[in-house]
């Protein structure tokens, strides 16, 4: 049972990990999702069609992540320390050929995480699948059940809105 | 002036189809005008490109294995320890919530617990085993009620895209005996449609 199991897993245990860290900012949390989307997909694979897999797995896991930031109820809170001044001058700075990019990179990646955490849905989750985790998009539209043309809006909108929430904090 | 400002705007609302090179050729090529004849939009085209590139750097996370490892066990629980049933599903729920505490923790506080029920029943001389149970009223909040309406509607869209399960299984699942035994019916009425129940 293990080894069916595990290749399951290994195959999506990544992308749900992925999808949950940055859309949550905690591993704790993470892990948590991870496990539970795992025990769900072995639970029912047999039952859903092999080509609506992936699909079924991505829609899972939002709806598991929705409830984990519902629980703690911090959803809209984690960006309230705001993005540090240091990350927007590290994106100005990463257009620089001439500065130092590792000395802020961990930077720029911190405000980045904390950005994509505190936006809202479904613009966080069209961000990550699309961005972060390469999905097409007609994957995306499939998973979250929406037309096409609606996923490169909310995309595009999902940029603008972290350009505005990293620009203004300084 | 305002043709000016016209033509920022316009420019501004297409920066990110032109990054993801969405913009019809005319279009395209009337963006590229406007932004290299203009600073401001020009530095708004850049912090936008370099932002873009730091998102789509943002690396992928590999799931840790002792994640696999505790949903092997669960996963195992549900597939062999009758997972198909109430009491399998229960089981595996009860040790999911035991095995974050170490052993020694929940020794010791079984011992606590055993320790207070002697000297309760050694001081007051309450007769503990042989009280009849009074049957426990259960009538769910309205919040229970809501919470309980919104998964029946999120299994039923699940069922009607994944699976050919019946309705009623994967309600049950979603919202728990207790509630689909009290309320059930009135929950499903409005949301499942009849040909759809078991």
């Known amino acids: 049972m293990k080894q069916p199991f595990r290749k399951l897993a290994e195959k999506y245990g990544d992308r749900i990990y992925t999808f949950a860290y940055y859309s949550l900012r905690?591993?704790?949390?993470?892990?948590d999702v991870t496990q539970e989307v795992l025990v769900r997909l072995w639970q029912h694979v047999e039952e859903i069609d092999p080509g609506k897999l992936a699909a079924w797995v991505m829609s899972v896991t939002r709806n598991a992540v929705i409830d984990a930031a519902r629980r703690r109820q911090t959803k809209s809170a984690v960006i309230a320390e705001g993005v540090s001044v240091d990350a927007v001058e590290a994106v100005a700075?990463?257009?620089?050929?001439?500065?130092?990019?590792?000395?802020?990179?961990?930077e720029l990646r911190n405000a980045l995480e904390r950005a994509l955490a505190a936006i809202d849905e479904p613009h966080r989750s069209i961000i990550v699948m699309r961005e972060i985790q390469g999905m097409s998009y007609a994957d995306i539209a499939?998973?979250?059940?929406?037309?096409?043309?609606?996923?490169?809006?909310?995309?595009?909108?999902?940029?603008?809105?972290l350009r505005e929430m990293l620009r203004g904090k300084v | 002036m305002r043709n000016s400002n016209n033509q920022c705007d316009q420019a501004l609302e297409r920066i990110e189809a032109y990054i993801d090179g969405e913009l019809p050729p005319e279009d395209r090529n009337a963006f590229e005008l406007h932004v290299g004849s203009c600073a401001r939009c020009r530095e708004e085209l850049s912090y936008a490109e370099a932002l873009a590139?730091?998102?789509?750097?943002?690396?992928?996370?590999?799931?840790?294995?002792?994640?696999?490892?505790e949903a092997a066990s669960r996963a195992?629980?549900?597939?062999?320890?009758?997972?198909?049933?109430?009491?399998?599903?229960?089981?595996?729920?009860?040790?999911?919530?035991?095995?974050?505490?170490?052993?020694?923790v929940l020794a010791s506080a079984l011992i606590v617990i055993v320790a207070a029920v002697l000297i309760v029943q050694k001081h007051e001389r309450l007769p503990i085993v042989g009280v009849p149970e009074q049957p426990a009223e259960f009538s769910p909040?309205?919040?229970?009620?809501?919470?309980?309406?919104?998964?029946?509607?999120?299994?039923?869209?699940?069922?009607?895209?994944?699976?050919?399960?019946?309705?009623e299984n994967a309600v049950r699942e979603h919202i728990g005996d207790r509630v689909m035994r009290t309320v059930g019916e009135s929950i499903l009425r409005p949301i499942v449609p009849f040909s759809f129940r078991k």
């Open chain 2, 76 to 104: 195992e629980a549900y597939a062999g320890g009758a997972g198909s049933t109430a009491s399998g599903r229960l089981r595996a729920r009860i040790g999911s919530y035991l095995r974050p505490w170490p052993k020694p």
């Open chain 1, 142 to 161: 499939h998973t979250l059940d929406m037309p096409l043309a609606s996923v490169k809006v909310y995309l595009h909108r999902s940029r603008k809105k």
């Open chain 1, 26 to 31: 905690s591993r704790e949390e993470a892990e």
């Open chain 1, 93 to 106: 700075i990463s257009s620089n050929p001439g500065a130092d990019h590792a000395l802020h990179a961990a």
């Open chain 2, 141 to 167: 909040s309205g919040k229970e009620l809501q919470t309980a309406r919104t998964d029946v509607a999120l299994a039923f869209a699940y069922v009607r895209k994944y699976s050919a399960r019946p309705i």
């Open chain 2, 53 to 69: 590139h730091e998102l789509r750097a943002l690396p992928p996370h590999r799931c840790p294995d002792h994640v696999i490892e």
